[in-house]
């Protein structure tokens, strides 16, 4: 089992950034698989990034098409902390973004951030 303490959210103009941060009650070398997923108000929660890489300091990282190149997704799995750097925010952007890890067949969630891009 792990809990997740999402933190970094707020309010930010279009342009501006944002950094996400994730905090783990355990060490992530044995959590291989990490991500982000958000939620925009009457949406299904979807896919924002994934960092998969329990056992080393290297990550292979995925990302949602729309967040390409704006966001970044990192790990430290020494520290616990799952990151998400976001630039160049959009409207579009806005949402409840939720830390998540996957262990075995189990999916564990934290309770949200509100990120909220408008000018």
């Known amino acids: 089992q792990v809990q997740l303490v999402e933190s970094g959210g707020g309010l930010v103009q279009p342009g501006g950034s944002l950094r996400l941060s994730c905090a783990a009650s355990?060490?992530?070398?044995?959590?291989?698989?990490m991500g982000w997923y958000r939620q925009a108000p009457g949406k299904e929660r979807e896919f924002v990034a994934t960092a998969t890489g329990g056992g080393s300091t290297y990550s292979l990282t995925n990302y949602r098409a729309s967040v390409q190149g704006r966001f970044t997704i990192s790990r430290d799995n020494a520290d616990q902390k799952l990151y998400l750097q976001m630039n160049s925010l959009k409207v579009e952007d806005t949402a409840v973004y939720y830390c998540n890890a996957v262990i075995g067949s189990v999916n564990y969630w934290g309770q949200g951030t509100q990120v909220t891009v408008s000018s």
């Open positions: 355990r060490s992530l070398f044995s959590i291989n698989v």
